[in-house]
Nanobody, 122 residues
Framework: VQLQACGGGLVQAGGSLRLSCAAS????????VGWFRQAPGKEREFVAVISGVFGRTAYADSVKGRVTISRDNAKHTVYLQMNTLKPEDTAVYYC????????????????WGQGTQVTVSS
């Protein structure tokens, strides 16, 4: 099983980025996929999650209204569209796959991608 996150980069405050998480080696449509982030010196925190077949979503309060998670099961890919980025969004962003519907806890996820750096300058 492999999850590969990409799409990070350096952006000015107010800008946008779209992260992608490509999965292989698992029955993708049956897995919940979550996005988490970890800033230096901080714990990994939940950002957004999307369920498998029906595409139900949940968001952290800190990103609600600015971030949209979506998935394309045919392409085995989950996307995280981030708009109106703020300096406090700076972190390494990870995608993860699991079976527990809409879980916000990192410990509930079985598979993790390598992370992609998002840096938002003020």
């Amino acid at each position: 099983v492999q999850l590969q996150a990409c799409g990070g980069g350096l952006v000015q405050a107010g800008g946008s980025l779209r992260l992608s998480c490509a999965a292989s080696g698992l029955s993708f449509s049956t897995y919940v996929v979550g996005w988490f982030r970890q800033a230096p010196g901080k714990e990994r925190e939940f950002v957004a999650v999307i369920s498998g077949v029906f595409g139900r979503t949940a968001y952290a309060d800190s990103v609600k209204g600015r971030v949209t998670i979506s998935r394309d099961n045919a392409k085995h890919t989950v996307y995280l569209q981030m708009n109106t980025l703020k300096p406090e969004d700076t972190a390494v962003y990870y995608c993860a796959g699991g079976k527990l519907v809409l879980s916000m806890r990192p410990s509930d996820y079985d598979y993790w991608g390598q992370g992609t750096q998002v840096t938002v300058s003020s």
